[in-house]
């Protein structure tokens, strides 16, 4: 598809579309691992682009490990590249369903299960009182079989039974949350970058003080009342997040 015929529903950036649709294009083989990709005017012409959009769209991938480009030979895609996930933060979306629309398997590993009372901090998190029961749900999350997030969740034990929680669980304390038709109405997220500690960096498989993204969320119903939060620590090279920025509208 043209990628400015498509911003006649999609109203998001170009360059973003321009990768979206390239990522495709080489997750689909039309681009194989090792291959040389078209000149770039051939290529700014079959995406429907111009080739200063392309050019930055390959600068991008170029830092990101997807391709390499040789002057006066070519751009090719590299034999190894890390699959990203790429997601706007405007979308309250699970990994295991980002993973999916990427073709990607996702997989849970060290998945652990714990019943609690309310400690100071949950109770300074959820506005809860320590008689609170919560249920803590920890687990590595993989794609392909390597490992590329940590997930820490703390759901108030009133959104979900335990026996149920423990059967049905499928990765996703988010897509469990949806599954129970609570009226979930919006998350508040914050992002932070950090330098991983040791025990985590074992975990993830990576050298410690890596950076890693830390994506601390809680999750809040239509009456504004918590249901949970979570930690949830992504590794940056399957990464990549944007948001959508709008000017403020005039009065």
């Not at 080489?26 to 080739?51: D, T, W």
């Not at 993989?142 to 039974?161: F, I």
Request: hydrophobic fraction near 35%; aromatic fraction near 8%; proline fraction near 5%.
């Amino acid at each position: 598809m043209n990628c400015k015929e498509k911003l006649r529903t999609d109203t998001r950036p170009l360059y973003l579309l321009v990768e979206e649709r390239l990522l495709s294009l080489f997750e689909q083989g039309h681009f194989k691992p090792g291959e040389k990709l078209p000149s770039e005017p051939v290529l700014a012409q079959e995406l429907g682009i111009s080739r200063s959009t392309l050019r930055e769209v390959l600068r991008v991938f170029e830092e990101e490990g997807l391709i390499s480009r040789r002057r006066g030979v070519g751009t090719f895609i590299l034999e190894n590249r890390p699959r990203i996930i790429e997601s706007g933060l405007e979308t309250l979306e699970s990994l295991d369903s980002l993973a999916q629309k990427y073709g990607l398997m996702a997989g849970t590993k060290g998945l652990k299960f714990s019943r609690l009372k309310a400690d100071k901090a949950i109770q300074e998190k959820l506005g809860v009182s320590k008689s609170e029961s919560v249920i803590t749900v920890s687990r590595i999350k993989t794609a392909q079989d390597r490992p590329v997030a940590y997930m820490y969740d703390v759901l108030l034990e009133k959104y979900a039974d335990w026996e149920d929680l423990v059967k049905n669980f499928k990765g996703s304390v988010l897509d469990y949350v949806l599954s129970q038709k609570i009226s979930v109405s919006y998350a508040r997220a914050n992002i932070i970058p950090i330098n991983c500690p040791g025990a985590l960096a074992r975990k993830l498989k990576i050298p410690p003080q890596t950076p890693v993204l830390l994506l601390e969320e809680t999750l809040f119903t239509k009456e504004g009342e918590n249901i949970g939060y979570s930690l949830n620590y992504f590794v940056r090279e399957f990464f990549k997040f944007h948001v959508i920025r709008r000017p403020p509208q005039r009065a």
